[in-house]
């Protein structure tokens, strides 16, 4: 197991005395990107929610179950990030919250099962790029094999380790 010194955790560069760690799907946003890709892009709602009633039943794991979601969109990943541009909205009260954060000294460090790309450019039309102080913990999206993430079936979560 390694180690890092605190300069080299983003969070702590400004040795501050609390650190806020939040999701950001449905808590920073008022809805999940994830769902709104796989309900209105790949496979739809039924068979989503599906998805989760077999997670909750320990019949699949919720990173097969997630794969599986995000599978099912074929959407190039360009466009699903312009279609979450334009229907993705922040939480009413998360503004108030990341403005106190930021003058008090409070690092808000993103933790999700989301994709980086997704949730900065979310974070930089929903709160300008003035966002870019939070730090994201979260999936990344690569090519999938012979393919351009901006190609129909190009894309795929890479997830950040194997929890």
Request: aromatic share 10%; with cysteine.
């Amino acid at each position: 197991m390694g180690s890092s010194t605190p300069s080299e955790i983003p969070a702590m560069a400004t040795s501050p005395k609390h650190i806020f760690f939040t999701d950001f799907d449905g808590t920073i946003t008022s809805r999940d990107s994830n769902d709104y890709m796989t309900d209105n892009l790949g496979f739809g709602q039924p068979t989503r929610l599906g998805l989760n009633r077999q997670v909750l039943a320990n019949e699949i794991t919720f990173r097969s179950a997630f794969k599986q979601m995000l599978d099912s969109v074929p959407t190039p990943f360009n466009k699903c990030v312009d279609i979450l541009l334009e229907n993705i909205v922040l939480d009413p009260g998360f503004r108030g919250f990341y403005d106190w954060a930021k003058a008090n000294n409070i690092p808000i460090v993103i933790l999700s099962g989301g994709m980086t790309p997704i949730i900065r450019a979310l974070l930089d039309k929903l709160l300008g790029e003035d966002s870019s102080w939070m730090q994201i913990v979260s999936n990344d999206v690569g090519a999938l094999p012979g393919k351009n993430i901006n190609e129909e079936n190009g894309w795929e979560i890479v997830f950040h380790d194997e929890t």
